[in-house]
């Protein structure tokens, strides 16, 4: 089964300008979070998707976005790029299973914004 | 205003010896608690969970423990190896809270692992 892939790896952007960061989750899984995660420190949480729908955001500004498409994977959007938006950015595909839930990370796009 | 946050930034181990990782959370309303273990250019990957109707859970070379009247939970690691070293984080979750928490895990600073051989 394949896991949770984020595209791109890296990315350079100058202040201002717009990124876009993509996810796919396991196959099956509906749900999709995103986190951001500034050098040492937690993951904070940005957005939440699931079934096509924003059910949830993080304390961040609007110009951090995002959207789910019908085959599930999803994109966030970041506009008006600050330095401060540098970050890893990581994707977590979910599901509901027995006994816990199950939340799948990806390995994250490295954003970093110059 | 909600938190989970952890006591020791760093800890370095031996091989071969006991680890423990703490973890503080400041909402009794949280009954789902997760720990990740994070290595360098990864993404956090699942160790092990526990409900907050448990107060010890086992897996393989790992315990967790949770003691809701303090709101403290641990993470246990035997026979600490070299490939444990990491950054370790606990998250919890609020299973249908509604609101604001709604869905959401929300994570720890993290403790970064360091095993010597």
């Known amino acids: 089964e394949a896991g949770v892939t984020q595209s791109p790896t890296h990315l350079i952007k100058t202040r201002g300008q717009q990124a876009t960061l993509r996810c796919s989750p396991i196959?099956?899984?509906?749900?999709v979070y995103w986190y951001q995660q500034a050098l040492g420190l937690g993951l904070q949480f940005l957005l939440w998707y699931d079934e096509g729908e924003e059910r949830n955001r993080g304390n961040f500004p609007p110009r951090f976005s995002g959207r789910q498409f019908p085959n599930y994977s999803s994109e966030l959007n970041v506009n008006a790029l600050e330095l401060e938006d540098s970050a890893l950015y990581l994707c977590?595909?979910?599901?509901?299973?027995?006994?816990?839930?199950?939340?799948?990370f990806g390995s994250g796009t490295r954003l970093t914004v110059v | 205003g909600e938190s989970v946050g952890l006591h020791l930034p760093t800890l370095s181990v031996q091989e071969g010896d006991n680890s423990i990782i703490n973890c503080a959370y400041s909402n009794s309303a949280s009954d789902y608690f997760i720990w990740y273990k994070q290595e360098s250019g990864k993404g956090p990957q699942f160790i092990i969970d526990?409900?907050?109707?448990?107060d010890k859970r086992q897996g393989q070379r790992v315990t967790v423990l949770l003691n809701k009247t303090v709101k403290h939970l641990s993470l246990q690691i035997a026979a600490t190896q070299p490939g444990d070293s990491a950054v370790y984080f606990c998250?919890?979750?609020?299973?249908?809270?509604?609101?604001?928490?709604?869905?959401?895990?929300?994570f720890g600073q993290g403790t970064i692992l360091t095993v010597h051989p």
């Open positions: 526990i409900r907050s109707n448990m």
């Open positions: 977590a595909s979910y599901y509901q299973r027995t006994g816990g839930d199950g939340y799948t």
């Open positions: 998250a919890e979750k609020r299973a249908n809270a509604g609101g604001t928490s709604y869905g959401k895990l929300t």
């Open positions: 196959s099956g899984h509906t749900s």
